[in-house]
Every structure is written in structure tokens, then in C-alpha cells.
């Protein structure tokens, strides 16, 4: 005898099969025929019910069954009525569920072609049937209920699903890029501003947002000698600057600082070292969020190559979807086309260019480096957005096959194969019970 079990808003259903002609179900007058309840009822009947208490207890339910285990309702429910029926054979929509239930209960369990037309019928007249139970129920309510599941499960999806995440760190990204921007105008502006003052003391210091600290603690140059020298060398970065700082103080060309423009002055360069304090604080919430949302892409680039390449792909989800070759030239579009057009030379990387590993490769070999290293990050980018279990474990190991490749140059197809070093990660994962091949494997309670 067959049976099959289906779950919606309203619980866990299990019907029995009727007369049906297999063969038949790919005939369009039998699939007409469904939509007929007096006809379909001769095909399948309602065998037994479980109804849920509410909507959050049917929200739990139905999620525990979306993240491959097996609610405790359905086990009661299912040894209940299928595990006293010998030679059954019980028929289910998933085959992550039909998984679940012969090994948990074992029971003979199958996912066969001709059950969806089997299951659409159902969910199109099982008001009908519950109604025939006694239950107060129609149309109306059942799709109502229905609603209200589907969105409960979307907004869940939308909170918690991490390839959306990816928005976040798209305008985190964009929001530093605007900042380096700005940073580097307001130094030119308050360079320009002090240079009339101190001159000299670009030369000397040329970092930006230590020349902006030095500038709001000593205001007047003539106030270096009224601070202690240690203080001095820490503020500047060394004992030599310090020194030089000291002399040029005493020969230095400038003109005098008012007080007025004194103050005007600090009280900007306070305002731009907030600035630096949140592009750092910003920076840190980058690495976080790429190291959630993309593990190995973040290890084999770095964070902030990572994010360039998602900000312009337009996301996680859009970069696993691209090709190597397309990878490595992201961000060298107008170069492309504009090869394409003078029937010139196309360029050999793009975003890419801004990786350690290009830097230190040879001129000769960049080409030949940017290939390897954006044939790694379609890799990456495609683990992980499509990994069950998210680790950083295949990036790294991306990562140290590009380390020997640029140990010895001009023997790139030299050293393990990313196929080699993929399996044997695998295996030692699956060892440790790391690796989860599908959702159908990750049970909670063995």
C-alpha cells in the first residue's frame, strides 16, 4: 500500500492511495480530472492528520523540517500510523526528508517523478478534505494560513541569510573609499593652511594623519621645546624626526600664527582625526563581515581586495556566477573595450592589481599570476557562497599554493593541482566532521 505525507500551515497530512494508473499522470484529460475534488478523492483519501496549535507552533515545526531534522510531531505522527503498516510505502515531496525518515524511523521512503502531480492535487482540495474530518475549515483560511507561514519563512530568510549580508559590507566599502577620498583633501587643506606657518615640516613628516596630530597638539611651532622630547618622538614616529623637528623649528622661514587662526586650526584637525578613528572602527567591521560572509575569499586576498571585488561584481552571490578570465580583469572594463576597439593589447588584470601577489611577481610573470589568482578566487567566491558549513580552511590553502608558485617563478605549472589540495582537504574535513556534503546529513539529533 502507498501513502503519501505532505505538511503545509495547517500540519502534517498523511493520505492513502486509491485507484491510479501510473502511466496515465502525464495524460492532460487525468491532470483536468484533478482539478476536480468528487474525481481526485477516488485517487487519494485522507488517512490521518496532525493539526497545529497555532502559528508559531507551526512556523517551529515546518523550520525544523527546512533545516534537515526531524520534528518530534512528525516522528509521533509518522510511528503512529505508517510503522504498523507492513510493506508500506510512504511517498514525500523532499528527498532531504525521505532521507531523514528511513534512517530515523526505517521506514521505505521514495521521491518519484509522478508524485507531483499527486501533491499539487492535494494542496489544491485539502480544505476539502480536513473539512471532512469535522474541522472548520475553507479555502479562504487555509490560504490565509499559508500566507501567513510563507511569510514568516521570508522574513527569516531575509534577517538571517548571510549572502545577504553582503549589502552591508558593499556600503562599508563604498563609505572607506569616500572617506580616503575626503581624508586626503582635508590634509591637503590643513597642509596647505599650516604650510604658511611651517613650511619645512611637510618634508619631515609625511603621513597624513600623524602631521594632523602633531598640528592639534602643538598648534605654534614655537611650542615643540615646551613638551617633553619623548612625547615629541612618540607623536612623530621616532627620536630622528623629533631632532629634525627641533632644528628646522629654530631656522624655519614661516610666518607667524595668530592665535585665532591657532585655534581655527586645531579645531579642524581635532574634527579630521575623529574621521581616522572611524575609518578604523570601520575597517575592523569590514574584516568581521567579510570573514562571515566570505571566509576564503577574505584569507586568499585579504579584506579589502575581497570587498572591492564584491562591491563591483554587486555582490557574493553575482561573483561565484562569474568566470575566471571575467574575475580577472574586474575593473579594467574601459581598458578591455577600448583594446577591443583599437585592436590593441587587453589588459592582464584589474582590482587584482591591488593584491600582494601581482606586487611581488616579476614584470614578465603578472600575466601568468593574475590568471592563477582570479582561477583561485572564482573558487573561493563560489565555496563560499554555496558551503553548508562555512570555513576559511580552502582559502588558506589557496593561499599557500599562490606562496609557492611565487617561490619559484617561471614554474607555474609546477607544485600540487588545486584538485589535489581540494580532496585532500575534504577528506581530512570529513574526518574531523567538518564538511557537511548536503542539508540532508546535517541532523541534529543522532
Known sequence: ???????????????????????????????????????????????????????????????EVREGSLPAALTTFLKKHMAVKKNANLIV??????????????????????????????????????????????????????????????????????????????NAHSLLELMDKNLNIFAMRIKESYGWHFPELTKLITDNETYIKFVSRIGNKENVNRIPFEELSELVGGDEIANDIVERVKSSTGNTLSEVDQESIINFCNYVLGHFDFKRELQTYLLSEMEKVAPNLTALLGETVGAKLLTHAGGLNNLSKLPASTIQILGAEKALFRALKKKGNTPKYGLLYNSTFIGRADTGEKGKVSRMLSNKCAMAARLDCFLVKPTDKFGSKFKDLMEEKLVTPGEFEAGRKNIEMMEELVEEMTRDGEYVEDLGKRVKDQ
Open 1 to 63: 500500500m502507498t501513502y503519501y505525507l505532505t505538511e503545509n500551515a495547517l500540519g502534517f497530512f498523511l493520505f492513502k492511495q486509491g485507484t491510479l494508473d501510473e502511466t496515465s499522470l502525464t495524460e492532460t484529460k487525468v491532470l483536468k480530472e484533478f482539478q476536480n475534488f468528487n474525481a481526485f478523492k477516488k485517487v487519494v483519501s485522507l488517512e490521518a492528520s496532525h493539526l497545529f496549535h497555532g502559528h508559531n507552533v507551526a512556523w517551529e515545526t515546518l523550520y
Open 93 to 170: 515531496e523532499e528527498k532531504n526528508l525521505a532521507v531523514l525518515i528511513a534512517q530515523k524511523l526505517k521506514l521505505k521512503v521514495s521521491v518519484p517523478e509522478y508524485a507531483i502531480e499527486i501533491f499539487r492535487g492535494i494542496r489544491l482540495h485539502i480544505a476539502k478534505f480536513v473539512s471532512g474530518t469535522g474541522e472548520n475549515f475553507d479555502e479562504v483560511r487555509v490560504s490565509r494560513a499559508n500566507l501567513g507561514i510563507g511569510h514568516a519563512f521570508a522574513r527569516h530568510c531575509i534577517q538571517f541569510d548571510e549572502k545577504r549580508q553582503d549589502k552591508p559590507i558593499i
